[in-house]
């Protein structure tokens, strides 16, 4: 009888049997009626067990997964519930979710028609990459007694992996296909330039670069000719992740490493569409889970499974080892995309020789973030000397920041600043600017 469980229903009927008793202390006429309201219980509780517990297979339930979470993204959790009770029951549903979730108040209660199934579902939003494990699924179902419920269990220990995110890559796709993303409005990119691929030559229009005019076509049709250029492809396109102990510092429930490896797996997509090489490593005390740059049809996933379990080492990361790994393992000039973050201009002048020692071989990017905590600070209006104080400390943090990529660019070095939450549209917005400038 270990699924059998004891409702309030039934303890509030003691209570009242308790309450004649009392009664009867005092008038000897409640003695009787005490005795009889006490075996009346006692036959209800009975009978109520045995409608819960002469079926077998009373209650039939499933839980539905998604075959992997995403990372910050919503996912659905899907669950039916089917009675096989010839009355209607009362059900309470509880899912032991896993532990990632600090979720210990899940109850979900359903009234179900006797022959008839429930389909509910409810919203998981992962913060953590790695595996998540479900426990049972619990089912109580109470007859319309409601003196004692009935516990069903399936589905033990479902397993589920949660990898970077990925939900949202068609979305970033289809802005990346049109060359212009949105972010604040759209903001529209400026071709100054083009690759030398030659594609064909065609007729003039109002807007071409007259620099591309082919003169020699152009006198033997009798009209202005243009050659057309297409997008160079197969370019490598590198995204290296610092997992040192700067990438901890969480925001919205995700940590910096987090947001980076999301905006890995959007910008891999999008360099993958574009027919061009995405490869990516992580570094800290050496340089870990390497991808090399490739355009083949499992990359995406490769890159994936290499970013599924990486965590934070709380070191403080060595840009010297770097240097001399990129040296050796990427000899053709890239593009390098470097995910870090630099709280401090004396922080990137300890580094700096390495990576201009990096840019010199390689077009680098340096992505590092917003402290949107900071940013709240500078636009709230102080109204004691506290947070006068506060306010003065945040812009000065705000101030070394922008010192930091006047630093960077005189070395050639560029850089994206940006809020956490904003960093996949900042990084596929750079790529295809660049892209379009013809600078790499």
């Given at each position: 009888?270990?699924?059998l469980y004891?409702?309030?229903r039934?303890?509030f009927?003691?209570?009242?049997?308790g309450?004649?008793?009392?009664?009867?202390?005092?008038?000897?006429g409640?003695m009787q009626?005490?005795h009889?309201?006490?075996i009346?219980?006692?036959?209800v509780?009975?009978?109520?067990?045995?409608l819960?517990?002469?079926?077998?297979?009373?209650?039939?339930?499933?839980?539905i997964?998604p075959?992997?979470l995403s990372?910050g993204?919503e996912s659905?959790v899907?669950?039916?519930?089917?009675?096989?009770?010839?009355?209607?029951?009362k059900t309470?549903?509880?899912?032991?979710?896993p532990?990632q979730?600090?979720?210990?108040?899940?109850?979900?209660?359903?009234?179900?028609?006797s022959?008839?199934?429930?389909?509910?579902?409810?919203i998981?939003?992962?913060?953590?990459?790695?595996?998540y494990?479900?426990g049972?699924?619990n089912i109580f179902?109470?007859?319309?007694?409601?003196?004692?419920?009935r516990?069903f269990?399936?589905?033990k220990?479902?397993?589920l992996?949660?990898?970077?995110?990925?939900?949202?890559?068609?979305k970033?796709e289809?802005?990346?296909?049109q060359?212009?993303f949105?972010?604040?409005?759209i903001k529209?990119?400026?071709k100054?330039g083009?690759t030398?691929?030659?594609?064909?030559i065609?007729e003039y229009?109002?807007?071409?670069?007259?620099?591309?005019?082919?003169w020699?076509a152009?006198?033997?049709?009798?009209?202005?000719?243009?050659n057309?250029y297409?997008?160079?492809?197969s370019?490598?396109i590198?995204?290296?992740?610092?997992?040192?102990?700067?990438m901890?510092?969480?925001?919205?429930?995700?940590?910096?490493?987090?947001y980076?490896i999301?905006?890995?797996?959007?910008?891999s997509h999008?360099?993958?569409?574009?027919?061009?090489?995405a490869?990516?490593m992580?570094f800290s005390k050496k340089?870990?889970?390497?991808?090399a740059?490739e355009n083949?049809s499992g990359q995406?996933?490769k890159?994936?499974?290499?970013?599924?379990n990486?965590?934070?080492?709380?070191?403080e990361?060595?840009?010297n080892?770097?240097?001399q790994?990129?040296?050796?393992?990427?000899g053709?000039?890239?593009?390098?995309?470097?995910f870090?973050?630099?709280e401090?201009?004396?922080a990137?002048?300890?580094q700096?020789?390495y990576?201009?020692?990096?840019?010199?071989?390689?077009l680098?990017?340096?992505v590092?973030?917003?402290?949107?905590?900071?940013q709240?600070l500078?636009?709230?209006?102080?109204?004691?000397?506290?947070?006068?104080?506060?306010e003065?400390?945040a812009?000065?943090?705000?101030?070394?920041?922008?010192?930091?990529?006047?630093?960077?660019?005189?070395?050639g070095?560029?850089?994206?600043?940006?809020?956490?939450?904003?960093?996949?549209t900042?990084?596929i917005?750079?790529?295809?600017?660049?892209?379009?400038?013809?600078?790499?």
């Amino acid at each position: 009888m270990k699924n059998l469980y004891i409702d309030q229903r039934f303890f509030f009927a003691l209570f009242g049997v308790g309450f004649l008793y009392v009664l009867a202390f005092f008038f000897t006429g409640f003695m009787q009626v005490a005795h009889g309201f006490l075996i009346l219980v006692f036959l209800v509780f009975i009978i109520d067990s045995l409608l819960l517990f002469n079926q077998k297979n009373a209650i039939k339930a499933q839980r539905i997964l998604p075959e992997k979470l995403s990372n910050g993204d919503e996912s659905q959790v899907k669950i039916e519930v089917f009675n096989n009770y010839f009355f209607k029951a009362k059900t309470k549903i509880i899912d032991e979710i896993p532990f990632q979730f600090q979720k210990r108040d899940f109850l979900i209660e359903k009234d179900i028609q006797s022959g008839k199934s429930v389909l509910f579902q409810y919203i998981l939003e992962p913060k953590e990459r790695g595996e998540y494990s479900f426990g049972n699924l619990n089912i109580f179902a109470q007859s319309p007694i409601g003196f004692v419920s009935r516990r069903f269990t399936f589905q033990k220990d479902a397993m589920l992996p949660c990898y970077p995110s990925f939900i949202y890559l068609r979305k970033y796709e289809m802005m990346a296909l049109q060359n212009e993303f949105l972010l604040g409005g759209i903001k529209k990119i400026r071709k100054l330039g083009h690759t030398m691929e030659f594609e064909q030559i065609r007729e003039y229009v109002q807007g071409d670069d007259l620099r591309t005019i082919n003169w020699k076509a152009t006198s033997k049709r009798n009209q202005l000719m243009v050659n057309q250029y297409q997008d160079e492809k197969s370019q490598r396109i590198y995204m290296l992740i610092d997992k040192g102990r700067t990438m901890q510092m969480p925001f919205n429930g995700l940590s910096l490493l987090d947001y980076s490896i999301n905006a890995t797996m959007a910008l891999s997509h999008i360099i993958l569409k574009k027919s061009d090489r995405a490869g990516m490593m992580t570094f800290s005390k050496k340089t870990e889970n390497k991808v090399a740059a490739e355009n083949k049809s499992g990359q995406l996933k490769k890159i994936s499974e290499a970013l599924y379990n990486v965590q934070t080492n709380f070191y403080e990361s060595d840009f010297n080892r770097l240097y001399q790994d990129l040296k050796f393992s990427i000899g053709q000039r890239s593009l390098i995309l470097m995910f870090t973050n630099f709280e401090t201009l004396d922080a990137v002048n300890r580094q700096m020789k390495y990576l201009r020692g990096i840019a010199k071989n390689h077009l680098l990017v340096v992505v590092f973030f917003k402290n949107s905590e900071l940013q709240d600070l500078i636009r709230k209006n102080p109204e004691n000397m506290q947070e006068v104080y506060d306010e003065i400390v945040a812009e000065k943090f705000e101030f070394e920041k922008k010192l930091i990529i006047q630093e960077l660019r005189k070395y050639g070095i560029f850089t994206i600043y940006t809020l956490p939450e904003n960093l996949n549209t900042e990084v596929i917005n750079k790529y295809l600017e660049i892209k379009a400038r013809g600078m790499l």
